[in-house]
């Protein structure tokens, strides 16, 4: 099976601050990642698949990034309502696994 | 308006056995894979089964976790996919989500729609 490893677990950040957020895999996986947000309570809603294709209705300044192992999640300019869980996930190969989540604490 | 929407959660004793339905709406669901996706309380995502769309015969996949204890079905004439459950165990509680997946030119990726969730609680 494919691990995702994400870092970092938590990040605590100010309106206006510039946020990466990595995922590792343990095999290659081509473009095949998706990254996802998920607030309390709620469905993940998807941000972006293929790596780097931002989902319709998206902001824009969320933007992914990476190939093959290495991937990276960005919001240029974090927001109030971008607090919430953040996933990747592989859809190269079976089973289709999820990386362990960043949680996203605005300051 | 594109939905889909789980039912069928509630308490199982360990070992028993449930079925949850997912209801499409809104698209034409032969077209579509759609996943199961699961989250235990406090913990991440895991997904563990999927439906091919009929032009891959509905065939399935599944995880190691619930393989042999899971199945998937579609009834296209109802829109519906079910997941039939059984051999539960405690660490199958979770909240179950449906998830429809999609292509991007050629290539299939999940997660455009999702649904909000029914809850398997699996206790004595």
């Known amino acids: 099976d494919i691990q995702l490893t994400q870092s970092p677990s938590f990040l605590s950040a100010s309106v206006g601050d510039r946020v990466t957020i990595n995922c590792r895999a343990s095999q290659g996986v081509r473009r095949y990642l998706a990254w996802f947000q998920q607030k309390p309570g709620k469905a993940p809603k998807l941000l972006v698949y293929a790596a780097s294709t931002l989902q319709s209705g998206v902001p824009s300044r969320f933007s992914g990034s990476g190939s093959g192992t290495e991937f990276t999640l960005t919001i240029s300019s974090l927001q109030p309502e971008d607090f919430g869980a953040y996933y990747c996930q592989q859809l190269n190969s079976y089973p289709l696994t999820f990386g362990g989540g960043t949680k996203v604490e605005i300051k | 308006e594109i939905q889909v929407v789980e039912s069928g959660g509630g308490l199982v004793q360990p070992g028993g056995s449930l079925r949850l339905s997912c209801a499409a709406s809104g698209f034409t669901f032969s077209d579509h894979y759609v996943d199961w996706v699961r989250q235990a309380p406090g913990k991440g995502l895991e997904w563990f089964g999927r439906?091919?769309?009929?032009?891959?015969?509905?065939?399935?996949e599944y995880a190691a976790s619930v393989k042999g204890r899971f199945t998937i079905s579609r009834d296209v004439s109802e829109n519906s996919l079910y997941l039939q459950m059984s051999s539960l165990k405690t660490e199958d509680t979770a909240v179950y989500y449906c998830?429809?997946?999609?292509?991007?030119?050629?290539?299939?990726?999940?997660?455009?729609?999702w649904g909000q969730g029914t809850l398997v609680t699996v206790s004595s």
């Open positions: 439906s091919r769309d009929k032009a891959h015969s509905y065939t399935t």
């Open positions: 998830v429809r997946g999609f292509y991007s030119g050629a290539d299939l990726y999940s997660g455009d729609y």
